[in-house]
Structures are given as C-alpha cells and as structure tokens.
C-alpha cells in the first residue's frame, strides 16, 4: 500500500525558512513525478513545484528564487526547501506522487509565517 508522510512544517517568521520533507513508502520503482501544493483556508488547492525524475523542475511564479524542490537520488523522497518566507505562503502542504495511472497524496503538513 503507497503512503506518503510529509514533516517539517511549523511556524517561522517573515524571511525565516523551513524545510519539509515527503517519505514514499509501499512502491519500489523510483515514481516519475513528485511534488508539493499547497492549500490555504477558503482557497483552492495549488501547486508549488514539482521534480520529474531527471527531466525537468517546475515552480509557481509566486515561489520561484525562494523555494528548491529535490529529490533524494532520483528515488521516492522529496524535499522542499523554502527560503524568504512570508505571511502569504501560510497554508497547509501537500505532497504528491504520479506514475502513469497511479497519483497519491499524503495528508499534509502545516507551514505558518507570521511574525
């Protein structure tokens, strides 16, 4: 059964950073695309970044030169390190897994910026 377990989030201020990660678990290919959204109170789910396994990155507008996505030797955990916070990336993250038919998403982790 694949699950996926996301950590580190937490509170951190404005220009602070934070560093979630995401353990696949229950698959032993290494999943084609892994990624991270996110999902603030009264808003729609979004997407932050995604990695494609030795293909190409992705990232929203309103995160890129702030936050890196990584994978760990192209294998099923994934990283998002978020720099320069601020109060707007407040909202809970989600990480998210997709190869060929098969997409999951673990239950997230909450990331608060205020000062």
């Known amino acids: 059964q694949v699950q996926l377990v996301e950590s580190g989030g937490g509170l951190a201020q404005p220009g602070g950073s934070l560093r979630l990660s995401c353990v696949v678990s229950?698959?032993?290919?290494?999943?084609?695309?892994m990624g991270w959204y996110r999902q603030a109170p009264g808003k729609e789910r979004e997407l932050v970044a995604t990695?494609?396994?030795?293909?190409?990155?992705d990232y929203a507008d309103s995160v890129k030169g702030r936050f890196t996505i990584s994978r760990d030797g192209f294998k099923n955990t994934v990283y998002l390190q978020m720099n320069s916070l601020k109060p707007e990336d407040t909202a809970v993250y989600y990480c998210?897994?997709?190869?060929?038919?098969?997409?999951?998403w673990g239950n997230g982790t909450l990331v608060t910026v205020s000062s």
């Open positions: 998210k897994a997709k190869h060929a038919t098969m997409g999951r």
């Open positions: 990695a494609t396994t030795g293909v190409r990155i």
């Open positions: 229950g698959v032993k290919f290494s999943i084609n695309t």
